[in-house]
């Protein structure tokens, strides 16, 4: 556990940034990749923890997966050729590897075990086995298949059609994957649109898929086709650039290669609203998954409410937004967020108790929380709960504080932007 004492006088931010790989897109390189006969080249892989699992379990199925900086080649023989694995495919603290797994390996023909570190072991799994054991998926585990370890014996499958309880890409995408050897036509509906880069990747891997109108369909059992997937550098990695330049004092940043996804690009929409002096150049719209650079400056911010269809869009970036509505003048609300309580750690909890302690004026809701903004933020000793985006949260603070900020666990951050710091120092 790396503790870190990060002692900045409120500096003014400065510099350019290209932004690592999309920790979604990259599990997803690597999984279609798998499942695809042939040769798959990646290029600009986020070499972060949790995609390294993904790496590491695909090799226990005896996929050949060889890594060259971000450069990666998948050679694999298919789906119906992997091996069953004499060890357990440790998913390590990836919510996306353990959910979208057990979609693949439901409809495999092989037998194996999932498992993962402390806090998979208390994230929900039932929300993607209750829909993949009406597909036929033989998945025995903890309170019946709560929790992890999860035994999956590879079975055959039939399609169904399945309206989504909760917006969450990684249910949409778990059924989705069982969905490819699956008897029929796989039909999903969303109310809120999540993330979509796996029916993006089906269609760049040669399927034929239906979205329309929140509709996801597609036939099973057809054959996936090996090619170059390029990954964009993380939106939501991005975000944490964003909000120091936003909020630090004669500050700009330039953000090179951020993907622009429309599905991702809540926290733009949410920055505009607030009053961010902002640019946005996109490189190239009809790319399979969009990219720009987004230049930032010291903004005058005003809260917001934020929820609804929004959520979706920028789950992951609400402990940075929490932050951001630190710095902005009058109250922002965030509800319809529930779903915050079931990832890395509690994040309603986390973030408004280490907020907080920096003196910030918030308060948890049942779902979301209510921020108004303060004056000034005081250095404070902060816990991470191991959860990367609450490490990045701290951090990030840090250069808006008068006094040292502390983190007790800087190395979770690793899970999604393992040069976080190297970035952090470059502008400051
Ligand atoms: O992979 P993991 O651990 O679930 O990571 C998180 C994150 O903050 O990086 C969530 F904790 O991202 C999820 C995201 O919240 C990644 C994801 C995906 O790649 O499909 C979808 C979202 O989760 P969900 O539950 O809404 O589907």
Not at 311 to 319: A, G, K, M, T, V
Not at 345 to 372: P, S, W
């Amino acid at each position: 556990m790396a503790e870190v004492n990060l002692i900045y006088n409120k500096p003014s931010l400065k510099g350019e940034i290209t932004v690592p790989g999309d920790k979604s897109i990259s599990h997803r390189s690597i999984m279609f990749g798998s499942i695809a006969e042939g040769r798959t080249t990646v290029s600009g892989f986020l070499l972060g923890d949790d995609c390294l699992s993904t790496i590491d379990c695909f090799k226990k199925l005896g996929v050949e997966i060889e890594l060259n900086g971000t450069d990666i080649v998948i050679n694999s023989k298919g789906m119906d050729n992997w091996k069953e694995p004499v060890d357990i495919l440790y998913t390590g603290n990836s919510g996306t590897t353990t959910r979208l797994m057990l979609g693949l390996l439901a409809g495999s023909t092989i037998h194996s075990i999932l498992n993962g570190d402390a806090s998979i072991g208390k994230r929900p799994m039932k929300r993607v086995i209750a829909p993949l054991r009406d597909m036929g998926a033989k998945i025995t585990g903890r309170m019946d298949g709560q929790y992890t370890p999860l035994a999956i014996k590879g079975s055959p499958l039939k399609a169904i059609e399945y309206t989504m309880p909760v917006a969450s890409a990684q249910v949409k995408s778990a059924i989705l994957l069982a969905g490819l050897n699956a008897v029929g036509t796989t039909v999903i509906h969303e109310k809120d649109i999540s993330r979509d880069h796996t029916e993006r990747m089906l269609r760049q891997f040669g399927a034929e898929i239906n979205v329309e109108n929140g509709t996801v369909s597609y036939k099973g059992g057809q054959k996936l086709h090996a090619t170059h997937v390029n990954v964009p550098g993380d939106i939501s990695s991005a975000a944490f650039f964003l909000v120091a330049g936003a909020t630090a004092e004669n500050s700009e940043i330039t953000l090179h290669n951020v993907g622009l996804n429309h599905t991702r690009t809540g926290i733009i929409d949410v920055l505009n609203v607030m009053g961010a002096n902002m640019d946005i150049i996109v490189d190239d719209e009809n790319a399979a998954e969009p990219t720009g650079t987004i230049t930032i400056r010291t903004s005058e911010l005003v809260g917001t409410t934020i929820d609804g269809e929004l959520i979706p869009r920028l789950i992951d970036e609400i402990p940075i937004i929490a932050l951001l509505a630190t710095k902005a003048k009058g109250t922002t609300i965030i509800r319809d967020a529930s779903e915050l309580k079931v990832k890395e750690t509690d994040r309603i909890t986390a973030v408004v108790e280490e907020l907080k302690k920096l003196g910030a004026n918030i308060e948890a809701t049942e779902d979301g929380m209510i921020i108004h903004g303060v004056e000034e933020l005081h250095g404070a000793s902060l816990k991470t709960y191991g959860d990367h985006r609450i490490g990045m949260m701290g951090a990030i603070a840090s250069l808006l504080t008068d006094g040292a900020v502390q983190l007790d666990d800087a190395d979770c951050i690793a899970v999604s932007y393992p040069t976080f710091f190297e970035d952090l120092i470059r502008i400051i």
